[in-house]
């Protein structure tokens, strides 16, 4: 009995991983793998056994919805200063980047994100 409820506990383990690798690696795909893993969440969350999962998956999508918000924001840069506009974007990718390695260093080390 034991090992089914450890069993379901850890089923979506290796599935935060993967979407924690797709958010992370998301510079080389020009975003794309930020949606893949913005719509599993959306997709998936119900399913999750525990707050620590919660907290986790929460954390990703608030990373991601408020890096969106602040490229959008930032967008007119591009369209009157390239430069201010390039680094307004490194500056969001850099903090997202960020965002991602912390949640998943934590991740891995079994500590639950704050929310």
Known sequence: MTTDVQAYRDEPRTL????YALHTITWFSGGIFSVIAIVINL?????LPD???????????????????WFVVTAP????????????????????????????IAFNDRRPMAV
């Open 51 to 69: 707050d620590f999962y919660r907290s986790h998956w929460r954390w990703q999508a608030r990373t991601f919805w408020f890096a969106l918000l």
């Open 77 to 104: 840069l591009w369209f009157l200063f390239v430069v201010p506009g390039w680094i307004a974007w490194i500056v969001i990718g850099l903090w997202y980047l960020y965002r991602c390695l912390r949640g998943w």
């Open 16 to 19: 935060t991983h993967v979407m």
């Open 43 to 47: 997709l998936k969350s119900g399913d």
